[in-house]
């Protein structure tokens, strides 16, 4: 997208970008040039508000199943050839392929190293003509290919690799948990007051596009647009300044997080599950003009992806309001709203523009390029081109976006490469507007749940959900009866009652739920509405897994072993009231920490963090940490991406809310600072020590009602040792927050 703040692009030398090549020390992967890091850091510095979503430098690679990688034959005749690739600094790999043919019944596995199971896997559905097609970019710096060929269709198979994409940001992939985009987005899952059945149908025709230049690869925005034949022709609507070979472009549709983070709650796990891709299109108009790009895929879409065709409007009245569905920054699908009609821009070159003066709810950032607009009523009239909308902080920053007007590209070319008119109508029919296709399913009575919260509190001892009853039918909902349990425990119904009109929503609490120790399953079902079943019953059951961690130890021991770039590495433990206990940060290279814990009972959150976003392994070294109580392992790992956190409730012996021995009774504890010391026999001492066993105080305590001080020293946990003339010490252990 065409933003006001101008892209700018640093042109370096192969040296600069690259680095050295690093030799295979007869290692049989592939080792791709490396990023170095400087340069990233320089780059992403130099990015702002970008024409593009730029994202992976692109290089020329010349890889085949007979010229590298390795065959193995399977007892069955199958075979299977893998080959490894490597390079240092990259967040992801994607590669473009020419000559591509898979026979049915193979398959093209692609994954990072020691992450089969989270394989993008493509199939006989990727040929085209003519014969180009791009694996979406794989999680990290080390990835793998694999390719599986049954023994009846050997050697059928071919593809060539001739460019590789080393990415130096990341895009959602499988195999990451990053929010990517600023933080005002509006993920499309989550509820949206009034058009929530639309925006549910038209999400469905919205697709990432990659693309590539000869400066490096990029993602744009675009949509399945209907015509007037309603035949499904796969034509894809985007903006012109996204324009590239579309021979190699790739698409992916559905690329939504089923379980996202909504306003109101903090909790979404970014998990994603739909490998929808083809690749390949054929350009059939585009105007610089308007900014509009068509284009054809050059492959049929299977019916199981159950994806939609865009309606469109081309009168030329505003609607009442708009929103626009797009993929920010390589994010997940995101939604934008604007309770305002749009203007006409008025300028020099003719009123060819709609004008949003500002969003209400969501933005557009580099990658949202192309995205369309819709009406109130779920129509495209136009894509987006330019703009300078943002966040501040977590709300929208007021500012403009512009999009081309659908109605404007209609026939204002000369020809009809220049225009839409004769692809989208061409029958002549000389309609004004178009639905669906397939059209909006309609039901008398359609009821749906949802989660707000999933409700897991920090000690991950049980579930306390928080969820929407939304009504998606034309009829008014004014009763419902929704079921729940836990694990295998007998089902509680809760009876509502209410007023819900079309779109309309209500918040329901769910009561607290204690699971057992260890993994937890909660299902939520919608089981009526209005005393019947409901028409739809697609969307009436929520479920959601939590692990219950019991701690029977006082004692936690974290372990961290750095990778080659220690300093990116920090964490930190906090209470169940978010105060910092132990933390660490600025660590060396390739060196073991330790950090002992003494943890009173309570909740606690560990979280650990990699700033560059690779973790501790594998592309930079073997590093790991563990987080363990009495040997037994309680979290740990390396290959983490941007971090990871842990939820634990700890039980042990010590216990710190009362904290009282035969002759001395502290309180309160836990304390902001002030701790009273209550002792049957006066003439005590005491010795202060923090967590590395350094001396912070001592005193006497000469009366039988005492006050300890603390309040200067910074909130964690402390070692109070208690004792009289005879060196007869007893340690308590002293909670600030």
Not at 314 to 343: Q, V, Y
Not at 567 to 574: A, G, N, P, R
Not at 613 to 633: E, V
Request: contains cysteine; negative net charge.
């Amino acid at each position: 997208m065409r933003k006001t703040i101008l892209f700018l692009f640093l042109i370096l030398s192969l040296v600069q970008i690259y680095g050295q090549e690093r030799s295979q020390q007869n290692d049989s992967r592939v080792y791709l040039p490396l990023i170095e890091k400087q340069y990233v850091e320089d780059k992403i510095a130099t990015d702002a508000k970008t024409p593009l979503y730029e994202f992976a430098i692109l290089t020329d690679v010349d890889y085949t199943t007979t010229n590298s990688g390795t065959w193995t034959e399977l007892p069955n005749g199958d075979r299977v050839w893998k080959l490894r690739f490597t390079s240092d600094n990259a967040k992801n790999i994607h590669f473009w392929i020419r000559n591509f043919f898979i026979p049915k019944g193979a398959l093209l596995y692609a994954y990072p190293e020691g992450h089969r199971q989270e394989a993008d896997i493509y199939d006989s559905l990727q040929n085209n003509n003519p014969s180009y097609f791009g694996i979406w970019p794989i999680s990290g710096g080390d990835v793998w290919l694999e390719y599986y060929e049954p023994g009846n269709i050997k050697g059928l198979g071919r593809f060539e690799l001739f460019k590789a994409g080393l990415g130096y940001q990341n895009v959602a992939t499988k195999s990451t948990n990053d929010i990517l985009s600023l933080s005002c987005n509006f993920d499309v899952e989550c509820f949206m007051d009034g058009i929530e059945n639309i925006k549910n149908h038209c999400k469905k025709s919205v697709t990432m596009i990659l693309g590539g230049t000869d400066e490096g690869a990029f993602l744009a925005s675009g949509a399945l647009i209907n015509n007037t034949l309603n035949d499904g022709t796969p034509y894809i609507l985007s903006a012109n300044h996204a324009w590239v070979d579309t021979a190699m472009y790739t698409f992916r549709f559905n690329w939504i997080n089923p379980n996202p983070d909504c306003p109101s709650s903090g909790w979404g796990d970014q998990s994603i599950n739909e490998n929808q891709t083809v690749s390949g299109a054929t350009l059939r108009a585009r105007r610089a003009q308007t900014d509009f790009l068509l284009m054809e895929i050059n492959t049929d879409l299977p019916e199981e992806w159950n994806l939609v065709w865009s309606g469109w409007d081309r009168s030329g009245i505003p609607s009442l309001f708009t929103f626009g569905i797009h993929h920010p920054a390589g994010d997940i699908m995101k939604i934008c709203r604007d309770f305002d009609s749009p203007e006409i821009l008025d300028e020099d070159n003719g009123d060819i523009k709609w004008l949003i003066n500002n969003w209400e709810i969501g933005t557009t950032e580099g990658g949202s390029s192309g995205s369309p607009l819709y009406t109130d009523q779920g129509e495209i009239i136009g894509q987006l081109w330019a703009g300078a909308s943002a966040c501040n902080g977590s709300n929208p920053n007021g500012a403009l976006d512009v999009y081309g007007r659908f109605d404007v590209s209609w026939n204002a070319g000369i020809t009809p490469d220049t225009r839409l008119k004769e692809w989208l109508d061409p029958a002549d029919t000389g309609q004004l507007s178009v639905g669906f296709y397939p059209p909006l399913p309609t039901y008398s009575l359609d009821g749906e749940i949802r989660f707000i919260d999933q409700g897991t509190s920090i000690c991950g001892d049980g579930i306390e959900s928080v969820i929407r009853i939304v009504n998606n039918g034309s009829s008014v909902i004014s009763q419902a009866v929704i079921q729940y349990s836990i694990n295998d425990n007998t089902p509680q119904n809760i009876y509502w009652e209410g007023n819900l009109s079309e779109n309309e929503a209500e918040v329901l609490y769910l009561p607290n739920i204690l699971g057992d120790n260890g993994n937890n399953s909660f299902v939520v079902n919608l089981l009526s509405i209005n005393g019947v079943s409901d028409e739809n019953q697609e969307n009436d059951i929520l479920e959601a897994n939590f692990v219950k961690r019991i701690v029977p130890d006082n004692q936690i021991v974290l372990e961290i072993l750095t990778d080659n770039f220690g300093e990116d590495i920090s964490w930190q433990l906090t209470n169940e009231n978010g105060a910092v206990l132990y933390s660490g940060d600025s660590y060396d290279d390739n060196q073991l920490y330790t950090q002992d814990m003494t943890l009173p009972n309570g909740c606690y959150l560990f979280s650990i963090s990699d700033s560059y976003g690779d973790g501790l392994c594998c592309t930079q070294g073997n590093g790991y940490y563990s987080l363990t109580y009495n040997g037994i392992l309680l979290q740990g790992g390396g290959d983490m991406g941007s971090g990871e956190s842990i939820n634990f409730k700890v039980e042990g012996e010590l216990s710190i809310d009362k904290n009282s021995i035969e002759n001395v009774k502290i309180y309160p504890n836990p304390s902001k600072g002030i701790y009273n010391i209550q002792l049957i026999d006066e003439g005590k001492e005491y010795i202060l020590y923090n967590q590395l066993g350094q001396t912070l105080k001592v005193g006497s305590l000469n009366s039988k009602e005492n006050i300890l001080d603390i309040s200067f020293l910074p909130t964690g946990i402390y070692k109070l040792w208690v004792g009289d003339i005879s060196g007869d010490y007893t340690k308590f252990t002293l909670l600030k927050e």
